[in-house]
């Protein structure tokens, strides 16, 4: 069954950087496309990236754009999200989630697999 | 971008009876591309529909989806102890993609 793993959270100062991972099994990684969505605490949900399958194209929220980059590692079956100039506001759960389609051509996006995601707390 | 707004906030129902969430857009969502998710405490969401009217996986036939343009349902028909929890609507319309701020179906 697909798995999906967060990893790398924790508490970080404002204006710092952070490296979220997920590791994916179960699927054939390399064919599907992959999100970050994240969840502030009591708060709902927000879509924070995508990356194509093949990794060609690369989506992100206006309220991360040009802070964080989304990026994926094929041969290891990884995805992951660079987080720079992180804000008090990016504090949340961030989930990696797996993509309806395989090998893209699908009209729109929505998530069929999600991992158990991993909390950021960017505190000072 | 498409704003989701969930209704009501929070539904207060006894258990075996029926909910209806409900969803609407801020413009249409154009052939029905629209997903409903449910959370429960300290879980990931789970995807329970897809395509407005579609179960995903394992999702019991109690649980129904319909609507189509601006206005979105999800009918959970006799609601079982593990059907107490949040539901999120998501649009997959246009890009970014969004989602509702969510109903909570709690015991009445």
């Known amino acids: 069954q697909v798995q999906l793993v967060e990893s790398g959270g924790g508490v970080v100062q404002p204006g710092k950087s952070l490296t979220l991972s997920c590791a994916a099994s179960g699927f054939t990684f390399s064919s599907y496309g992959l999100h970050w969505v994240r969840q502030a605490p009591g708060k709902g949900l927000e879509w924070v990236a995508f990356i194509s399958h093949g990794g060609n194209n690369v989506f992100s929220a206006d309220s991360v754009k040009g802070r964080f980059t989304i990026s994926r590692d094929d041969s290891k079956n990884s995805l992951s999200l660079q987080m720079n100039s992180l804000r008090v506001d990016d504090t949340a759960v961030y989930y990696c989630?797996?993509?309806?389609?395989?090998?893209?051509?699908?009209?729109?996006?929505?998530?069929?697999?999600w991992g158990q995601g991993t909390l950021v707390t960017v505190s000072s | 971008e498409i704003v989701m707004t969930q209704s009501p906030a929070t539904l207060s129902v006894s258990p075996g009876e029926r909910a209806t969430l409900s969803c609407r857009a801020s413009q249409s969502v154009s052939s029905s591309y629209l997903s409903w998710y449910q959370q429960k405490p300290g879980q990931a969401p789970r995807l329970l529909m897809y395509g407005t009217s579609t179960r995903a996986t394992g999702v019991p036939a109690r649980f129904s989806g319909s609507g189509s343009g601006t206005e979105f349902t999800l009918t959970i028909s006799s609601l079982q102890s593990e059907d107490f929890a949040v539901y999120y609507c998501q649009q997959y319309n246009n890009w970014p993609v969004t989602f509702g701020g969510g109903t909570k179906v709690e015991i009445k």
């Open positions: 989630a797996k993509d309806y389609c395989p090998g893209g051509g699908c009209h729109g996006h929505y998530f069929d697999s």
